[in-house]
């Protein structure tokens, strides 16, 4: 597993976040940067959950949350990622249900875990959750969902800070979920935290996702491209501005690609951040190299889905999707005297 040296951008995009008490009993979410992307994710996996008939994945309180949320969801612009989200989440919660058949007692330290209610569809009544996640984001979870300990905690800490290890009870077996966070990352960064976990965590699990370079490097020159077009839309208000062509209360146009205008007023769209890592499916054993403790490497293959979707199965044997489908990598951990020799 390389670095991805030639992948630039600086560590975890922490954004900006407020939540209050919003009007009718509905509660008002305001985030950016990456922690914004958990009201995305939740709005996928609640628009299949809402769909009449066959459907992919039941997830009650995902559509609960997402009607006691005060927050502009038609800015993801429709339900169309709805499946493919769908397809993503039960992959990921199969494995975990792995998990705990085989450790009913363990712990799942879920994170960048957002409003994922993965341990309401996967729990079996004696799983330990701990939810490790940016501060602005567990505010959030503190008032949608509250922990219940001893079984399901929140610590609010940045992925990256390896000290969530010690609140982490191994005993029984652990499980380390990254879902939808390892493309947020710098590459030197990710290849750290799979190392940490590794060492940390003999005999344990580690599952994550993620997407192709191709799809990658087409975030980050989208990110230049449009830093390009606001700096150049923030030069020209202010030439306007000095001209006498706006007021200083910024009743002018708005800023493209800042998120609210200058009164304010959401944004009509959502730009998603810029992704930092990437791997091809193709790559996926040379995660092994991260760390002499990774035992297996195993890529996911996704459920059958509708329509188009029903090839998700065997997409990674096709030339032209290969390139555009994320990988979702389970890794097991080799127990304390294993050695690199002992590979399978």
Partial sequence: ??????????????????????????????????????????????????????????????????????????RFGGSGMAQWHALRVRCLDDEV?????????????????????????????????????????????DVLLPDDPPRRRSLARSALDLGWMDEVDDSEGVLVTAQGLLMYLPPSDVKRLIAACAERFPGGWMLFDALPRGMVARSQAQADDRAR??????????????????????TGPA?????TDAA???????????????MDGKEYRRVATASPRIAEVRSLRL???????????VSHLIPLLRGMRMSIVSLRFGAADYRDGDRR
């Fill in 303 to 313: 459920p059958r889905g509708r329509g188009p979707y029903a090839i998700a199965p």
């Fill in 255 to 259: 800023a493209a690609g800042t998120g």
């Fill in 229 to 250: 077009a606001d700096a150049q839309a923030r030069a020209e208000a202010h030439m306007e501005t000095d001209a006498g062509g706006t007021d200083a209360g910024g």
């Fill in 97 to 141: 249900r792995r998990f705990v058949a085989e450790h009913p007692d363990g712990t799942v330290v879920a994170l960048g875990e957002g409003l994922e209610t993965q341990f309401w569809r996967v729990d079996n009544g004696r799983v330990r959750w701990l939810t490790v996640d940016l501060p602005e984001t567990v505010e959030v979870r």
């Fill in 264 to 278: 304010g007023t959401a944004r009509p769209g959502y730009r998603a951040p810029r992704w930092l890592w990437g």
């Fill in 1 to 74: 597993m390389d670095d991805n040296d030639d992948v630039n951008g600086g560590g975890e995009d922490e954004g900006e976040g407020e939540a209050g008490g919003g009007d009718g009993g509905r509660f008002t979410v305001e985030l950016e940067g990456v922690p914004e992307t958990l009201l995305w994710n939740l709005y996928n996996r609640a628009a299949e959950a809402r769909r009449p008939g066959a459907r992919l994945l039941d997830d009650p309180l995902a559509v609960e949350l997402v009607d006691r949320i005060d927050y502009p969801f038609e």
